[in-house]
């Protein structure tokens, strides 16, 4: 408990009285109907801490935040009022402990319907323009923060204007809105959707023992964390799709041969037809290349979260990639081995080469010291100070 950070804002004796009942039950969040617990003065979302000069795209998201403006997107992120039946909140999924992800394959959303996707991870979302495993989702944060709401399985109000009814219904919704946006009646749909987007907006990761070694040439690794950075950056060169500081690729996606052709989910394939002159869609079995940070808090992996830890992922890249026509020809023998760390990753294409009859997909072949060594390294992405930051957590559960 962290009583003296706060104080009760609602100001109904209803609210404070519920509040008080959560205290003293385990209730999961999805049951809890009280009212938030925030502090006197709001968090720091607009970090007063030096972010390294590595990470320089974050310093630009979080110079535009505004600290009363993400503390409302944090209310808004945690309640379950804004699902159909009042028991979803976007936190049920993007838990904060996990990086925002959550540690099961598919989530629950209304009543027992699961998602057809495994949650991802939400953090320093300032470096992507794209979302959703399949990039669906290419207007921007703030155009695609409702989304989830309006999603039949996930929070099921299809009629944005019935959320914002419901948030103006509820009372401490607007000494909130008055204090992020200076009226209280200004409860619109827009800075609904602002507010959300500048909580994710604040979630930084920037902190880990990788950032913190950047400057000083990873002198803070030890040796087998340093032989996993060599075998990251040139012999698998995972770097080519995973790309530092964010370990991931902007947005872009690729197919890492995880199903035969045509079998299952097909990514960006299902939504939007690239087709060859043999009519085969080299947009199917692309998905988003996710970022590596906090890898370590959000397993399952892979868009489905088929595989349960890191070694099961890592042994598809060893010896489980599949003959699909297009594979990303990164992931093709010759490639990684004459690409170094000098590759020019301009001159790739983010939605692969032409689709060929004639593709050999890469054996990495690791030994089991060779994988110990990545996953040293990939934990060396981890962020513990994030996932701990009271500013994240759950107001609603105290
Ligand atoms: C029932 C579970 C569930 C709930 C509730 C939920 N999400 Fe998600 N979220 C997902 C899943 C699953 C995906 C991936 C969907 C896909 O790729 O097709 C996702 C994707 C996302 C992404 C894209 C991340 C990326 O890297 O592409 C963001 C951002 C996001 N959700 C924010 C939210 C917000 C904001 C809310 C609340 C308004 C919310 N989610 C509610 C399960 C959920
Ligand atoms: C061709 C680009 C590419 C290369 C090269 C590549 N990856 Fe990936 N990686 C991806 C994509 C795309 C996904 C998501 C695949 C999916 O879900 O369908 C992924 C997923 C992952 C995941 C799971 C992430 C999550 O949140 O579920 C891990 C871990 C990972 N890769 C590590 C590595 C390592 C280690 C290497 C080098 C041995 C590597 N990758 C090489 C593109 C690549």
């Known amino acids: 408990m962290r009583n003296s950070f706060k104080i009760f804002i609602a100001v109904t004796a209803f609210g404070i009285a ?9 209730t999961p969040v999805a049951a809890v109907l009280n009212s938030p617990v925030l ?3 709001p968090y720091a979302y607009q970090t007063r801490e030096p972010i390294p000069d590595h990470m320089s795209a974050l310093v630009f998201s979080n110079t535009h935040l505004d600290d009363n403006i993400a503390t409302l997107g944090r209310v808004l992120f945690y309640d379950p009022r804004l699902s159909a039946n009042s028991t979803v909140s976007c936190g049920s999924c993007h838990n904060a402990n996990y990086a925002f992800a959550i540690p099961k394959q598919f989530a629950t959303g209304l009543i027992a319907v699961k998602t057809p996707r495994n949650a991802p991870s ?3 979302i300032t470096f992507y323009n794209s979302f959703f495993w399949d990039m669906r989702a290419s207007r921007g944060l703030e155009d695609m923060s409702l989304m989830p709401v309006q999603n039949h399985i996930e929070m099921g109000i299809s009629d944005l204007n019935a959320v914002v009814a419901r948030v103006k219904q509820t009372p401490y919704y607007g000494p909130l809105f008055e204090k992020a946006f200076g009226r209280a009646e200004l409860i619109t749909e827009l800075n609904i959707r602002t507010a959300l987007a500048q909580f994710m907006r604040s979630v930084m990761s920037f902190r880990t023992k990788y950032d913190e070694g950047y400057a000083t040439n990873f002198s803070n690794f030890n040796s087998q964390e340093l032989a996993g950075k060599q075998l990251f950056e040139n012999k698998f060169a995972c770097v080519t799709c995973h790309v530092p500081p964010e370990f991931s690729s902007n947005g872009q996606g690729a197919c890492t041969g995880l199903d ?3 079998v299952g989910d097909q990514g960006a394939g299902a939504f939007m037809q690239m087709q060859d002159s043999t009519g085969f869609n080299s947009l199917n079995g692309v998905f988003k290349i ?9 397993a399952p992996y892979m868009h489905d979260g088929r595989f349960a830890t890191l070694d099961q992922v ?10 699909v026509r297009n594979l990303d020809p990164r992931l093709q023998p010759g490639f990684t081995m004459i690409w170094g760390p000098t590759v020019n ?3 790739d294409s983010p939605f692969n080469g032409p689709a060929s009859n004639t593709v050999t997909p890469v054996r990495m072949n690791m030994t089991a010291i060779e994988k110990a060594q990545l996953i040293a390294f ?3 992405l981890s962020d513990p100070k994030m996932i701990s930051d009271v500013k994240y957590s759950n107001p609603f559960q105290h």
């Open 314 to 323: 890592l042994e598809h890249y060893s010896t489980g990639i599949k003959t």
């Open 378 to 380: 990939l934990n060396t």
């Open 260 to 262: 035969e052709e045509n």
């Open 290 to 298: 996710p970022t590596l940070r906090n890898i370590a808090y959000t």
């Open 122 to 124: 939400i953090q320093n």
């Open 18 to 26: 519920s509040s008080i009942i959560a205290c003293k039950r385990e």
């Open 345 to 347: 990753f301009s001159s």
């Open 39 to 41: 502090p006197e003065t």
